[in-house]
């Protein structure tokens, strides 16, 4: 059984960033295999054996495949224990951020997709705008008086939310007019080992092993 960490992911994906920032706040080794969406790797027998629905990113461990972003927290969070809520209570709200992060921040990562890699009809980005905007304010909200979405530390909510939202700027969405998100993201960027997707994320395979 391989116990070291395996992530499958791509350079450009805010889905690949979460799992990736998680390994490198929490100071863990692993293997990152790059898959090169621009080529349509994701498509191909090799990762939809992985993957059944030709996306990154995907975790495999201990003889395991995890998929979905927030689940590879969530599991990331389980088996090694960093960020995870410090109360039974605080573990399921992490959760519940996570499971509300994939309904609307991710209406952050179509703006920023469609902004970025494909045109559409203005109709389209006017649509998913409001919502997108929207999600930024609710968290910006919830944050107020507050440091961490949950509880008193950093936990996988943090780090799920922030990652799903981190091309903000590339869908013309500016973190300044949130002055709690812009708050938040800088306590997350004056931890030890942050980055930023295009520091962080390789577009090569590369083995991580911190000392
Ligand atoms: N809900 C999934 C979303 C995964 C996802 O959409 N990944 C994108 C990159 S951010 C992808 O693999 N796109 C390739 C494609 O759609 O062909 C998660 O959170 O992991």
Request: hydrophobic share 35%; proline share 0%.
């Given at each position: 059984m391989d116990d070291r960490l395996t992530l499958y992911g791509s350079f450009t994906s805010s889905s690949s960033y979460k799992p990736m920032l998680y390994l490198s706040l929490a100071r863990l080794p692993f293997s990152f295999r790059t898959v090169n969406l621009k080529i349509g790797k994701q498509n191909e027998p090799e990762h939809l054996a992985r993957n059944r629905y030709g996306k990154v990113p995907v975790l495999c461990h201990r003889g395991l495949t995890i998929v979905q972003s927030n689940v590879i927290l969530s599991y990331l969070a389980l088996t090694t224990?960093?960020?995870?809520?410090?109360t039974e209570q605080d573990r399921w709200t992490a959760r519940e951020w996570l499971d509300w992060e994939a309904d609307a921040i991710s209406n952050v990562a179509k703006v920023r997709h469609y902004s970025r890699f494909r045109k559409v009809d203005p109709a389209v980005m006017a649509y998913f705008r409001p919502p997108a905007e929207a999600a930024l304010s609710f968290v910006d909200q919830s944050l107020q008086g507050r440091d961490?979405?949950?509880?008193?530390s950093p936990t996988i909510a943090d780090i799920g939310c922030w990652g799903r939202m981190v091309f903000m700027a590339e869908g013309?969405?500016?973190?300044?007019?949130w002055p709690h998100l812009l708050a938040w993201s800088n306590r997350l960027k004056a931890m030890p080992r942050f980055a930023l997707p295009y520091d962080l994320i390789p577009s090569k395979d590369r083995e991580y092993d911190p000392v």
């Open positions: 224990g960093h960020f995870e809520g410090k961490w979405l949950v509880g008193d013309g969405m500016n973190i300044e007019n």
